[in-house]
Nanobody
């Protein structure tokens, strides 16, 4: 069982930056992949970025070039560096981990980008 806790959300102006962190209770090196999802107001949850056990990363088209996902296995931490933020990036951001068919989710962190 892995527990995930996000931090680092908040209010930022358009063009600003935020760094989300996700602290895991267990050894994240055993996870097949980890990632960040977000849920904009009134919309469904969507994938933002993924990082696999081999270090490969994958990004949604709407964040490519602006967001960077990284992980520190030694610290059991996952990060999302978000630059050039836009109002449409507003939403609750969730940390996610997967081991085979087991899915783990954090409680979410609110990111609000003002215009």
């Amino acid at each position: 069982q892995v527990q995930l806790v996000e931090s680092g959300g908040g209010l930022v102006q358009t063009g600003g930056s935020l760094r989300l962190s996700c602290a895991a209770s267990g050894d994240i090196s055993t996870l097949d992949d980890m990632g960040w999802y977000r849920q904009p107001p009134g919309e469904q949850r969507e994938a933002v970025a993924q990082i696999f056990s081999n270090g490969e990363t994958k990004y949604a088209g709407f964040v490519k070039g602006r967001f960077t996902i990284s992980r520190d296995n030694a610290k059991n931490m996952l990060y999302l560096q978000m630059n050039s933020l836009k109002p449409e990036d507003t939403g609750v951001y969730y940390c996610h981990g997967r081991k085979l068919w087991n899915l783990y989710w954090g409680q979410g962190s609110q990111v609000t980008v003002s215009s």
